[in-house]
């Protein structure tokens, strides 16, 4: 990538997207060649190319890959052979999945150049905030960052999730000084290998700086709301080295974070420690306590698209709705894609621009020409004349996004259920729907991860809130340990009332009538299943104490090989020890107490 574009600022960042979404088919196109004239002599694609690099003989000869496709070449070269079997460029890391979408670890391929377009997506998200927000350089970003412990393949590759990537390059560690990216925490607290440690001392640091960020954040929303559960556990402690003016070491043993922190802790503050102790000790619901500890801050940076979008009751509760959730970009460990042009819409409505100098991008379209979401079988060959160029998709069609990368990717399905929502110039804008193979199935019936949000979080709305209730977390499971097999739930639910037990006082209608409305929020199939074939048997909730959403992320962080920055609550349980986990800690079972309604002549 051009060097230049890194250092794109103001003006000069919004210029250079609307130059390069004004252009998108010839920037694609440009791409495409540029891919081929650097991978064309690679083994993979010279078994489909014979040497040739041309666009249009890549367009009819070249499949559409999945993992399973490309992963004996990717263990080839993690175990030590050339990396000329997928790509031009020297591979330098190997970039592991989050480890909770699909079961296990992925490894991606990755090259020197990879950074330098992931540094220029970065670099233009404050010049789109300012367009929308003035004064932003007159403070501090509380942003919530770890990393990953990394591992070594066979031929010595770092294996790292993209953001440990990202955070230990020169890119991030040497960048020059910027007042609009001026963060409370110290770098070695980021890089700190020990997620508590580096929570703890970010969190002390946002504390001590409290009135001057800005801004909060974290990568998704899910870490955010597991800082704010650690800070429930551990203001005390907070509180108390504020006042000292010291670190407590036992809680903190890690040289660099010490180090770091006595820049940031150098000197007793019984006043601040005060006011955090008066805050934190005020409710104990700690409705709006971010604003309470962070009085400047004017909005919340995470992902809450897709499942994330769990977690938006719960950020407006601990906000009290008063600051905007804000979505600034879409990203995988394969790629990263594109910008927020909008972002303070509402998280229901937001889009991305999908940037088509980041690699080359295709789509799959989905039901009848895209019309409808159906589930796509990750094992379903898909025709290459099927495929629809960025520029030629259609409004309001949903898609799922194809992607060829320098670093050696080919027509590789991403997995994400996208829907157009319009158009930046010549650039699509696309809604995040969900992602492809998150599913529950007994029989006939296939719930998508969208469909099942939907029903959970409608029920949790109508039915919970009005007893001060709110959902946190969920996850599920297909119970097919006896006939007819069921889906089963798992929800951890926290009462803001002194007065009263949800799961006491309210068990024998409140959850069920739950439960029976989860079901008739679900499609047709799913009901005709249940109330017609019988194939399928009542729906049921588990009640999990409070905090065992926090017990399965540690887990998968600790035993799965998940990093803390990128962990995302599974939203159908796969692992035997993490179901374990979950019917260990429930309270409480509920089931459907009817079945639902379904029309035969619909």
Sequence with gaps: MDGKRLEYKGEAAIKEIKKLTSKADEVQEKILKKILISNGETTYLNKFMNGSKDVSHFKLSVPVTTYKDVKPFIQKIANGEDSSLLTGHTITEMLCSSGTSEGEPKLM???????????????LIMPIMNQYISGLDEGKAMYLYFVKAEMSTNSGLPARTVLTSYYKSKHFKCRARDPYNDFTSPDQAILCKDSNQSMYCQLLAGLIHRRQVLRLGAVFASALLRAISFL??????LCHDIRTGQLDLKLVTDIACQNSMSAVLTSPDPELADEIEDICSRDSSWKGILCELWPRAKYIEAVVTGSMAQYIPALNHYSDGKLSLVCTMYASSECFFGVNLNPFCDPADVAFTLLPNMGYFEFIPLGDNGSHVINVDEDEEVAVDKLVDLVDVRVGCYYELVVTTFAGLCRYRIGDVLQVSGFHNK???????????????IDNDKTNEKDLHNSITRAAKMLLEPYNALLVEYTSFPDTSSLPGHYVLFWEIIQHSEHSELYYNCSSNVIQDCCIMVEEELDYVYRRCRSFDKSVGPLEIRVVEAGTFDKLMDFYVSEQGASINQYKTPRCIKSNAALKLLNSNVKASFFSPRDPTWDASV
């Design 109 to 123: 391929p990755s090259i020197a150049e990879d950074l330098d377009r992931r540094t220029f997506l970065y670099n």
């Design 232 to 237: 429930q556990c551990h203001w005390p402690q």
């Design 427 to 441: 650039a699509p804008q696309f809604r995040f729907i969900c992602r492809r193979n998150v599913v529950l199935c």
